[in-house]
């Protein structure tokens, strides 16, 4: 997941990293089911299971995410307050669900690569679909 998130500030020393790394997940991917949040920790194995359900709970607490439900499935996104927290530099979208599927098959393919990827010597940085719409828009 380090070279997803190659480009934000994190000390994985810190015990509340879990709670930046989902926000900058958030941040960076728009919007992750639970189940997508728990397969990102476990590539590096930074944070078990519960610890992700527990500050996932933390932080919808203090407003920073929030979540909706599609049939069965739970998914996150990063409110004003969480975009603001964490300096977010992308557009906060008006709505998240917007494209949802869409969104959340790029986070499939970005976990499966990551798995396969992730230990080879000269992967370094991964570029999001969202950076690099982002990175387009700016060069305009």
């Known amino acids: 997941m380090k070279p ?3 480009n934000y500030y994190i000390d994985y020393t ?4 879990t709670r930046l790394i989902i926000l900058c997940l958030l941040h ?25 359900y527990k500050h996932l709970n933390l932080l919808k607490t203090d407003g920073l995410i929030a979540q909706s439900k599609n049939g069965m499935h739970t998914f996150y996104y990063l409110t004003k307050e969480g975009h603001n927290y964490i300096g977010g530099y992308y557009t906060l979208p008006k709505v998240p669900e917007y494209n949802l599927q869409h969104h959340l098959q790029i986070n499939d393919y970005l976990i499966k690569m990551l798995e396969l990827c992730n230990n080879h010597p ?13 990175e387009v828009k700016d060069e305009k």
């Open 122 to 134: 000269h992967f370094k940085a991964v570029v999001s679909e969202r950076r690099k719409v982002y």
């Open 14 to 17: 810190k015990k509340d990293k």
């Open 28 to 52: 960076e991917l728009r919007v992750i089911s639970v189940q997508q949040l728990i397969d990102f920790f476990q590539i590096e194995r930074l944070s078990a299971e519960s610890t992700v």
């Open 4 to 6: 997803l998130l190659y």
